[in-house]
């Protein structure tokens, strides 16, 4: 299958493939400090460097690059689709604990209040 052949990869932009590059050792390099890539813009979930962006965040070019006499892009496609939504599960957790978090605070905050 040629490159213009390949069917786009259902992408969201959610970004949140850009917020653990320090848990790899080839994208290391990329971390801000806090697993978050350098080059992620936090408010739009944008790549700053998308036209040049490494080939490991390229899904198409990662393909076609090492992986077309391997495996059939549908298969590639998938594994990738099954990763967006693992990633996007543990996000949703997190963020359920967090709200758990804050109305655990406020309610322990509500009784200080009452008790005092
Ligand atoms: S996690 Fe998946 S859907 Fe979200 S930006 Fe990355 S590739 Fe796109
Ligand atoms: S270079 Fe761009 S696409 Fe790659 S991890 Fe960073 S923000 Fe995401």
Partial sequence: MKYEDLPDFPCDACGLCCMGVNQYDHSKYL?????????LDLETKKCNIYLTRPIFC???DYYM????????WKDWSNRNQEACKYLK?????KEKENKDT???TLKNQEIAKVDK
Avoid: H, P, Y
């Fill in 89 to 93: 599960k543990l996000a949703s957790e």
């Fill in 58 to 60: 390229r899904v198409k």
């Fill in 102 to 104: 804050t109305a655990e």
């Fill in 31 to 39: 971390d801000r400090g806090d697993g978050i890539c350098k080059n």
């Fill in 65 to 72: 690059s090492f992986l077309k006499d391997k495996m059939t």
